[in-house]
């Protein structure tokens, strides 16, 4: 390489290393709460670089709108649903006093039951509190890791806790974002997830109601595990209406008697874990076994 084209290359090197150290100047610290993809672009058609499980650290360098991230792993950007991800305190921010926990108390991700469980914190075990989110969950550190623990379990030894802050919500997302993000789930467990009768053990082998029960619990929405529940789940759809995310049900043994579920995912399509595949496929509802064997469909998002 002679001496001109070594200034070209440590130009372009140097102005490559100014654009990484500009985006993490930028960069928030954040930590995922539920497991979520890692996307090349803010969009579910996006290629999944791979999935990021709860309490991954991510460096969160711009919100591209009120349901992506720009975000950074370990060293490689890319983008995730904001539902998915909360921003952490810096390191450098000071604490806001010392507490001990009196009783063993789950660790979670965001100030609620239903939140991901990091892990359990033993009596005994020292915490910085970070803020007090209301009169019910505190918000802490444990060895450089935020989050979230109830009041009922621990005690304050220093310092005072700042007010509870009111607790903004996110603006309320259409439930089509919702419903791609289960399709997504959903396809992404195919090849991984097979069939088994009556079994639930996610997600590896589910039947077919474990299976919509276990995607749709993802995105934090509740559903009993078996047909004979899922039936009667959130509203009536007529077939003509269908929209993604519907739950369908058909029959297999006794006409009209509903034992098989699945996810409507639009164009006349749905999918769902069958013993035919051994696992998750997709099938039509206006050709073939499926469409002579539909019932009905309920409307859960």
């Not at 919100?63 to 390191?91: E, F, H, L, R």
Request: glycine share 8%; aromatic share 10%; charged share 20%.
């Amino acid at each position: 390489m002679n001496r001109r084209s070594k200034r070209i290359v440590g130009a372009v090197s140097a102005g490559l290393l100014s654009l990484t150290i500009s985006a993490s100047a930028f960069a928030s610290p954040g930590v995922v709460d539920r497991t979520v993809n890692f996307r090349s672009a803010p969009s579910t058609d996006s290629t999944v670089y791979k999935t990021l499980k709860p309490g991954t650290a991510v460096d969160i360098i711009s919100q591209v709108n009120k349901y992506w991230y720009q975000i950074s792993v370990d060293g490689k950007t890319g983008y995730a649903s904001t539902d998915y991800i909360s921003k952490t305190t810096s390191p450098a921010q000071p604490s806001a006093g010392t507490g001990v926990v009196e009783r063993s108390v789950n660790f979670r991700s965001a100030p609620s039951t239903s939140s991901t469980v990091y892990r359990l914190l033993k009596p005994g075990t020292t915490f910085q509190v970070l803020e007090q989110v209301n009169s019910y969950w505190l918000h802490i550190s444990v060895d450089g890791q935020a989050g979230y623990v109830s009041t009922s379990y621990v005690r304050i030894e220093s310092g005072s806790t700042p007010p509870a802050q009111p607790n903004p919500q996110k603006p309320e997302e259409p439930a089509s974002s919702k419903a791609d993000r289960i399709i997504d789930h959903a396809r992404a467990l195919k090849g991984i997830t097979h069939y088994s009768y009556g079994v639930n053990n996610p997600p590896t082998v589910l039947d077919c109601s474990s299976f919509t029960k276990y995607v749709f619990g993802l995105e934090g929405v509740s559903l009993k595990w078996g047909t004979r529940y899922q039936k009667d789940a959130g509203s009536y759809v007529p077939k003509s209406e269908l929209r993604k995310g519907d739950l369908v049900f058909f029959w297999t043994s006794k006409s009209g008697e509903i034992n098989h579920v699945g996810i409507y995912i639009g164009n006349g399509q749905f999918i769902h874990n069958s013993p035919s595949f051994d696992g998750v496929g997709e099938s039509s509802l206006e050709t073939g076994y499926w469409s002579t064997h539909y019932v009905t469909a309920r409307r859960v998002l």
